[in-house]
């Protein structure tokens, strides 16, 4: 019997801004992957990738230095989302 684990409304909500912010990202080469994250105290963090001719940090990467910089606790959620309709990955 397969049985499915549906995410809980955190998130869900962590999924969706990831999601959210992949489909506004366009068609720029340089930010190809969106990443939300979520603090103990329910704030969303998001942040996208930044391709350079080394790679560059992937949007995960990213979203952890944004949460750092505005004094986010611990981190309980994260997400990441593509470009182009890729959706979750």
Request: with cysteine; glycine share 12%; charged share 15%.
């Amino acid at each position: 019997m397969l049985v499915l684990i549906q995410p809980l409304d955190m998130e869900r909500r962590v999924i969706e801004a990831a999601e959210v912010l992949a489909r506004s990202l366009g068609s720029d080469p340089n930010h190809t992957v969106a990443a939300a994250a979520m603090d103990t105290n329910g704030r969303i963090h998001t942040a996208v990738n930044v391709h350079h001719f080394t790679g560059g940090p992937c949007a995960e990467l990213v979203a952890l230095g944004v949460a750092a910089t505005v004094g986010a606790g611990p981190l309980v959620a994260m997400a990441a989302a593509g470009d182009g309709g890729r959706g979750l990955i």
